[in-house]
C-alpha cells in the first residue's frame, strides 16, 4: 500500500471548516483513499472514500487531486465532538488495513 | 441499522489466565475482521473470517485464535494471557470479504488489561 503523510496536528475554530489534508505521492491506479477517525479509546469510525472523483456524504467531503498524490477531507462545520485522531489511508482490495500516526484535530469553542 | 457490538468493553486478567471477546457484526455483512490496537504497535491485523472460514491471518501466536459462526458473529480467544497482550481489541465487520474491497466498520472494541 502506498504511504501517507499527514500533519501531526491541528486546530480548529468550533463552527468553521476543518480541512485535513493528506499526501500519498506514491498513490497506485487501483488505489482507494480512505479517512477513518478515532476518539480516544473509542473504535475507529469510517468516515469517507474515494478513488478518483470528490466524494461526499452527511460526515464530509473528500476532494481528491487531479494527480491523486494528495487529497483534503473537509469538515464543513466542526464540532467539538469532532475532536479526534483523523486516519488518511490508502489501500486495495485484499490489502488489511493499517494506521499511520494520524491528524490529531482539536476543535476549540 | 444498528452497528458492530462488541462484549464485554472491558476486562480484567490476570497472567496465564484466557479469554473470550466477541463481536456481532453489522446486520448482512458476512466478514469480521479483528485487529488489536496499542500505543506501541499502533492497529495490527490478527484474522478476517467469511462465511465462517478464515481468510487471513497476521502475524501473531497461536495463543489467538478465533471463529465465527453461521450468523457472522464471531468469537476470538486468547490463551495463556500475557502482560504484553494488553490492548483495545478491535473487531471491524464488511458485506464482502477483504478481497472485494469492502469498507470495514469498526465496533467500540473491548479494552484488555493483563496483570
Known amino acids: 500500500d502506498a504511504k501517507t503523510t499527514q500533519p501531526t496536528s491541528m486546530d480548529c475554530a468550533e463552527g468553521r471548516a476543518a480541512n485535513l489534508p493528506c499526501n500519498h505521492s506514491t498513490i497506485s491506479g487501483n488505489e482507494y483513499v480512505y479517512w477513518y477517525r478515532q476518539i480516544h479509546s473509542q473504535g475507529p469510525q469510517y468516515i469517507i472514500h474515494g478513488l478518483k472523483n470528490n466524494e461526499t456524504n452527511e460526515m464530509a467531503s473528500l476532494i481528491i487531486t487531479e494527480d491523486r498524490k494528495s487529497s483534503t477531507l473537509i469538515l464543513p462545520h466542526a464540532t467539538l465532538r469532532d475532536t479526534a485522531v483523523y486516519y488518511c489511508?490508502?489501500?486495495?482490495?485484499?490489502?488489511?488495513?493499517?494506521f499511520g500516526g494520524g491528524t490529531r484535530l482539536m476543535v476549540k469553542p | 441499522k444498528a452497528g458492530v457490538t462488541q462484549t464485554p468493553r472491558y476486562l480484567i486478567k490476570t497472567r496465564g489466565q484466557q479469554v473470550t471477546l466477541s463481536c456481532s457484526p453489522i446486520s448482512g455483512h458476512r466478514s469480521v475482521s479483528w485487529y488489536q490496537q496499542t500505543p506501541g504497535q499502533g492497529l495490527q491485523f490478527l484474522f478476517e473470517y467469511f462465511s465462517e472460514t478464515q481468510r487471513n491471518k497476521g502475524n501473531f501466536p497461536g495463543r489467538f485464535s478465533g471463529r465465527q459462526f453461521s450468523n457472522s458473529r464471531s468469537e476470538m480467544n486468547v490463551s495463556t494471557l500475557e502482560l504484553g497482550d494488553s490492548a483495545l481489541y478491535l473487531c471491524a465487520s464488511s458485506w464482502g470479504h477483504r478481497g472485494q474491497g469492502e469498507t470495514q466498520y469498526f465496533g467500540p472494541g473491548t479494552r484488555l488489561l493483563v496483570l
Open positions: 489511508i490508502v489501500l486495495n482490495a485484499g490489502n488489511m488495513l493499517t
